[in-house]
């Protein structure tokens, strides 16, 4: 599975000077924050492919105008052919406003998450606005990262955790990929990244060792298929 994530800034070669060869074998396309709802209703356009969001500090215009024809995944696990995937947006409060939240606020919201984690059995990749504290994050407030993202990391283990919120150009060492001390691979994809997935990184759908969920998924999926 080939999954390309976007943060932050509106790549030109997926926009204004769009090539398709950009998005060749793209399975489904993932945006971690702080970009224009036109940008990612074009992309879904043009790449018939799913197009899941969860929103940034900036994304404040997605209530008047929200991205049509894209998945917003705040708040709860969507399943991708089995690839169990959790949105938590936002980024930490350095003021007041929209989609910002305090360490206890952003707990808050993963706690009130626990009982649908527990009935898909995990997940396997953690999609934030803001980094975890301690990877990739900064020193100052604004792009401070939540602590409580290293909770899910160690008690869930997933396999990736994909993020946005510090951009390459704010003159620091800008990395990449970390690796969380609970193997969890940590990835900022400002701008863009391609994400290649193997089949044994994550279980079937209808196999995720959870037997309520199975049941559910095998049921509505032969209902689907008739």
């Given at each position: ?10 790549d030109?070669a997926?926009?204004d ?164 001390d ?24 209808g ?10 998924t ?9």
């Amino acid at each position: 599975m080939k999954i390309l994530a976007l943060a932050d800034v509106e790549d030109k070669a997926l926009w204004d000077f769009y090539d398709k060869k950009m998005t060749e074998g793209v399975d489904l396309i993932i945006s971690c924050g702080d970009l224009h709802s036109d940008y990612l209703q074009y992309l879904v356009t043009m790449t018939n492919v799913p197009l899941l969001y969860v929103r940034g500090n900036h994304d404040r215009g997605y209530d008047r105008k929200p991205p049509l024809g894209c998945t917003d995944i705040d708040d709860k696990i969507y399943d991708f052919n089995g690839l169990r995937i959790l949105g938590l947006g936002g980024s930490i409060r350095y003021h007041e406003g929209p989609d910002m939240y305090t360490e206890a606020e952003m707990l808050t919201r993963i706690r009130k998450l626990k009982r649908s984690i527990r009935l898909h059995n995990g997940f396997d990749i953690l999609v934030t606005h803001a980094p975890a504290e301690g990877y990739g994050d900064l020193e100052d407030l604004p792009h401070h990262g939540f602590g409580c993202f290293n909770y899910l990391c160690e008690r869930y283990k997933p396999k990736y955790m994909l993020h946005g919120h510090v951009h390459k150009e704010y003159g620091h060492e800008f990395i990449r990929e970390y690796t969380h001390d609970s193997g969890t691979k940590i990835i900022n994809c400002y701008d863009k990244y391609y994400l290649d997935i193997s089949d044994d990184e994550h279980p079937a759908r209808g196999k995720t060792g959870s037997f309520l969920y199975d049941l559910y998924t095998n049921f509505y999926d032969k209902r689907r298929r008739y």
